[in-house]
């Protein structure tokens, strides 16, 4: 079993800018892919941005540019940095980890961190 904490989110005018962190209960990196995905009201929940244990990134088109993501293996923690935050960005934003145990694979989910962005 593994936990995932989101914090970070909030309030921010739209044009600001929030980190999200993701932290895991144990190291997993080097066996994971790690994800951000976000849900906003009547919508279906969709990937925003991933990174896979060898480094790669994908990004939502709606989000190249101006969301980063990133990890750090010591901390093990995973980070979403969001910039030029628009009203659209507003969701429940939830840290994923797709841990790879050869024959199959299992899904852990966070809590979610609402982001609002609003003026």
């Known amino acids: 079993q593994v936990q995932l904490v989101e914090s970070g989110g909030g309030l921010v005018q739209p044009g600001g800018s929030l980190r999200l962190s993701c932290a895991a209960s144990?190291?997993?990196?080097?066996?994971?892919?790690m994800g951000w995905y976000r849900q906003a009201p009547g919508k279906q929940r969709e990937l925003v941005a991933r990174?896979?244990?060898?480094?790669?990134?994908n990004y939502a088109d709606s989000v190249k540019g101006r969301f980063t993501i990133s990890g750090d293996n010591a901390e093990n923690t995973v980070y979403l940095q969001m910039s030029s935050l628009k009203p659209e960005d507003t969701a429940v934003y939830y840290c994923?980890?797709?841990?790879?145990?050869?024959?199959?694979?299992?899904?852990?989910w966070g809590q979610g961190t609402q982001v609002t962005v609003s003026s």
């Open positions: 994923n980890a797709r841990i790879d145990y050869g024959l199959f694979s299992n899904d852990y």
């Open positions: 144990r190291s997993i990196f080097s066996r994971s892919t």
């Open positions: 990174v896979t244990r060898g480094g790669g990134t």
